[in-house]
């Protein structure tokens, strides 16, 4: 499997201009904490965890849908929001994840690789620089 270099990524991410101002960053735990945590760096606003999960660490399928894992535990009504995933396959996280956030002001998706309203790549899949 093909792997980006951290430093390429980084430029990436480095590079992606975003037209609106967020003022919350949500992470799909566990695959898009790194991500979340590098965007955090540049734009420095309130970072927030959603626990859903639909796959295996071998990208596998564990449910037939996606899954909350533990309940929301965070203010987002009004807020405007970039929900951030490392993985886009099929979008039903990220769906699941902006039905969730109902009630904020504007909910927008960051993805590292796949179809978000934000990504750095849209590939065939590749090791992230920072698996271990």
């Known amino acids: 499997?093909?792997?980006?270099?951290?430093?390429?990524?980084l430029e990436k991410f480095k590079?992606?201009?975003?037209?609106?101002?967020?003022d919350?960053?949500?992470?799909?735990?566990?695959?898009g904490v790194i991500p979340a945590a590098i965007l955090n760096q540049r734009l420095d606003v309130e970072l927030r965890l959603l626990r859903i999960n639909l796959r295996?660490?071998?990208?596998?399928?564990?449910?037939d849908a996606p899954k909350l894992l533990s309940?929301?535990?965070?203010?987002?009504?009004?807020?405007?929001?970039l929900v951030v995933d490392d993985r886009v396959k099929t979008g039903a996280t990220l769906k699941l994840a902006t039905?969730?956030?109902?009630?904020a002001a504007l909910v927008?998706?960051?993805?590292?690789?796949?179809?978000?309203?934000y990504a750095l790549y849209d590939?065939?899949?590749f090791k992230f620089p920072w698996i271990i």
């Open 1 to 9: 499997m093909q792997t980006k270099t951290f430093n390429e990524a």
């Open 15 to 22: 590079a992606i201009a975003f037209a609106e101002k967020f």
């Open 24 to 31: 919350m960053l949500v992470a799909i735990a566990n695959g």
């Open 71 to 81: 309940p929301v535990d965070f203010e987002f009504k009004g807020r405007t929001i």
């Open 123 to 125: 590939e065939a899949c």
């Open 108 to 117: 927008k998706t960051f993805a590292v690789n796949g179809t978000a309203d």
């Open 56 to 63: 295996d660490s071998c990208q596998r399928p564990k449910f």
């Open 99 to 103: 039905t969730l956030l109902q009630g």
